[in-house]
T-cell receptor, first 112, second 113 residues
C-alpha cells in the first residue's frame, strides 16, 4: 500500500519556466512533509519542508504548497534551471515519530 | 561538511552469500534510517533507530535482513542469505529528532548474481 504517491514518473520543462511536481498521500495522520532532490550516484539531499499548520513555505526559487483537505502537496520551482534536473522525492510523516515514508520520485529534466 | 559515510559503495555478491553494509551517522545525530531504492518502490523504509534503539523494522524481510546499532558511530544492515531480488541501492540517513535536515549517505549499490 503506497501511502505517498508521485504519479508522474517524469517531467520536462524549459529553462526559465515553472516546474510543478506533485505528491499525494493517503494517511491523514501525516502532518510533516519534506522534499528531497537526488542526483545520480548520490544520496538524496534535503530541499524544503512544510508542516500541516501551514499551507505554503517558500525558500528562494522553491515553494511547497500543502492542501490538507485534498491530501496533496506540490513543489514549485521558479525559474527552473538546468542544474535542477534531478529526481525529486516527497516524504511524509507524523510529527510523533518522524518516520518518513517516501514517494517513488519524479525525474525532472530542465531543457536549456 | 558533516557527512553520513556508507561502506562499501559497491558490492557484487553471489546468491546465498552474507552481505553486511555499514553506516557511520553524523556525530550527535540520534536518529538513523535505512532505506532501499528500487525502480518500482522508490525509497522504501527498511528500519529506523533512535538513540540506538530499533523503533521500527517492519519494512524489512525478517527472515533474511537484520539491522543493528552496536554503538552510536555505527549502524549495520545485514542480509543473509542474499537473493537476486535484493539488488538495489541501500541508503543510510541520520538526523536530529525533530525531522528537518535528515542527511543521507551516498548509498551502497548491491548486486546479487
Amino acid at each position: 500500500d503506497q501511502q505517498v504517491k508521485q504519479n508522474s514518473p517524469s517531467l520536462s520543462v524549459q529553462e526559465g519556466r515553472i516546474s510543478i511536481l506533485n505528491c499525494d498521500y493517503t494517511n491523514s495522520m501525516f502532518d510533516y512533509f519534506l522534499w528531497y532532490k537526488k542526483y545520480p550516484a548520490e544520496g538524496p539531499t534535503f530541499l524544503i519542508s512544510i508542516s500541516s499548520i501551514k499551507d505554503k513555505n517558500e525558500d528562494g526559487r522553491f515553494t511547497v504548497f500543502l492542501n490538507k483537505s485534498a491530501k496533496h502537496l506540490s513543489l514549485h520551482i521558479v525559474p527552473s534551471q538546468p542544474g535542477d534536473s534531478a529526481v525529486y522525492f516527497c516524504a511524509a510523516s507524523d510529527s510523533g515519530t518522524y518516520k518518513y515514508i517516501f514517494g517513488t520520485g519524479t525525474r525532472l529534466k530542465v531543457l536549456a | 561538511d558533516a557527512r553520513v559515510t556508507q561502506t562499501p559503495r559497491h558490492k557484487v555478491t553471489e546468491m546465498g552469500q552474507e552481505v553486511t553494509m555499514r553506516c557511520q551517522p553524523i556525530l550527535g545525530h540520534n536518529t538513523v534510517f535505512w532505506y532501499r531504492q528500487t525502480m518500482m518502490q522508490g525509497l522504501e523504509l527498511l528500519a529506523y533507530f533512535r538513540n540506538r534503539a530499533p523503533l521500527d523494522d517492519s519494512g524489512m524481510p525478517k527472515d533474511r535482513f537484520s539491522a543493528e546499532m552496536p554503538d552510536a558511530t555505527l549502524a549495520t544492515l545485514k542480509i543473509q542469505p542474499s537473493e537476486p531480488r535484493d539488488s538495489a541501492v541501500y541508503f543510510c540517513a541520520s538526523g536530529p529528532r525533530t525531522g528537518d535536515g535528515y542527511t543521507f549517505g551516498s548509498g551502497t549499490r548491491l548486486t546479487v548474481v
